[in-house]
C-alpha cells in the first residue's frame, strides 16, 4: 500500500496536485460474502437511504410562517440537517439547538432548553416552535413536558402573560434509534394538529392538505391544481415560499420568509370538510388523528404521480367538494398521455431500478409501470408496514414481479443489481455512486437531490409533473444509449 501513496512535498501540496488518483486498495475484485448482502442479515447500515428522525420534524417546523425548530441535543444534531437543507433548496434555514455538552449529558437538559429557549423568543419573536428531540436527550430521559411548562412560566415572567404566551410550542418526540426523517415527519404532522387544531364548530368549506416531504415545485404544482378547481385548501407545512425565496431587502428583522403555514390556519383545520394526505407515511398519521377527533374523512394516499394516481386524487377532491375537474387539467392529462404515446418506443420495457423514501418509490413504481417499463428492484430505505404489499399490488397489475426491499440500503440493491442489470435507475442524488459503478443512468427525483440545481423547483406530482419527470427519464436513456447522435432519435 505505502509504494501508492504519494510522496508529499516540504512546501506543501500544489492546486495542480490536488486531485489524487483514486486506487482500490486491493487491485482484483473481491466478491462480496452472500450472506451478507441482505440488510436483514446484518446490523450495519451501508450507504443509506435515509436521514434521522429529527430531520423530518425540523422541515415540517420550518414549512411554518414565522416557525422555528429547537432542538434539544447537540449542535451536530442541527449543523448537519442545515447543511443537508442548504444543499437540496440552496437556501438558509434558521433552527435553534440547546448546545448539549457534558454536563447536558450527566444532569439533563433542563437548564438548555429553559435558558435557550428564553433566549429564542426573546430575540427572534416566532409564532410557533417547534420542539424537536434526538437521540441524547430521549436516552437522558428529558422530560419535555415540564420543561416546556416551565419554559412557558420563565417567559410569562419576562414578557408578561399576553407575550409569554403568545408563542406555541409544539413538541415532537424523535428518537432517531426509532425511525426516519419519515417518521419525524409524520410524528410532526399530528403533534401540530393535536397541539393547535381546535374544534369542529365552524365549518370552513375548505379541504387540508398533508402533502409529506414534497418539493417547492411539488406544491406549487399542487396549488395550481387546486386553484383550477376552484378549491380553497389549508396546506400544512408548506415550505414553498420558505425553501424557495425571492431575493428581496428583508422585510423584518429578525428575517422570516413570507412563506410558511399560519398558527391561524392549523387552528381552523379542524373545521375542514376532508383532510388528504398526499403521502401515507409522511402526514398519514395527521390525517388519521383529525378523522378520530373530529370525524374529518381521511384521504391518505397514494402520491399523485404519474396518470391513475393523479386522476384518483382529482376524482377525491371533486367529489368531497362537488368541484368539476376543469378542461384546463383535462388538458393537461392529455398532453401528458400524448407525450408517453410519443415517448413509447423508449420506455417500453426498459428495465428500471427505483428507489427512495417509500411514498414517492411507490408512486414512481406505478409511473414507470404505465409508461411501459419493467421494475426489477423497488427499495425503499425506511421500512413501513405497507410497502411490499403497495408495490406487490401495483406491479401485479403490470405482471412484473421485482425484488422489494422494504427498509434496505444501496449497498443491497447495488449488489442484487450486479445480477440482474437494468437500463435506468431513478431515486435520489445517493445513488450517483452506484450508478456510475454499474454504468448506467441515474434519473434524480426525490427529497434528497444535492447535486443538480433546480430540481427542488420542478414538480414529479400530478399531470405536469409527469411530463418533466417523463422528460428526465427518456433524456437519460437517449444521452446514455445514443451519446453522439442526439440529433436523430425522435
Ligand atoms: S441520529 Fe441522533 S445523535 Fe445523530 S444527528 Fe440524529 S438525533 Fe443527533
Known sequence: MSS????????????????????????????????????????????????????????????????????????????????????????????????????????GGRKNFIEGMRNLIVRYHPDVVTVVTTCSSEIIGDDMVSFIKAARKRLIKELGEEEGNRPKLVLVNTPSFAGSHIVGYDRASRAFLETLAQDHSKPNNRINILPGMVMPGDLRELKHMLREMGVDAYILFDISDVFDTPLMPPQTLPYYPEGGTRVAEVEDMGNSIATFALCQNEGGLGARYLEQKFEIPAFIGPMPMGVKNTDLFLKRVSEVTGREIPKSLKDERGRLLDFMADTLHHTMMKRVAIFGDPDIATGITRFACELGMEPVAVMSGTKTKTFTADIEGIVGEFGFKPLILNGSDLFELEESLKTMPVDVIIGNSKGADIAKELQVPLVRAGLFVYDRVGYHKRPVIGYRGGERLLADLVNAIMDFSYPEERTQQL
Open 4 to 107: 501508492n501513496c504519494q510522496p508529499i512535498p516540504i512546501e506543501g501540496i500544489a492546486y495542480n496536485q490536488l486531485k489524487i488518483e483514486k486506487k482500490p486498495i486491493v487491485p482484483e475484485y473481491v466478491p462480496r460474502d452472500p450472506v451478507l448482502v441482505p440488510k436483514a442479515n446484518r446490523t450495519v447500515v451501508v450507504n443509506p437511504s435515509r436521514t434521522c428522525m429529527p430531520f423530518g420534524a425540523m422541515f415540517a417546523g420550518l414549512g411554518m410562517h414565522r416557525g422555528l425548530p429547537f432542538v434539544q441535543g447537540a449542535q451536530g444534531c442541527t449543523t448537519y440537517v442545515r447543511y443537508t437543507f442548504c444543499r437540496i433548496f440552496q437556501e438558509p434555514a434558521s433552527i435553534a439547538n440547546a448546545s448539549f455538552h457534558e454536563d447536558a449529558a450527566v444532569f
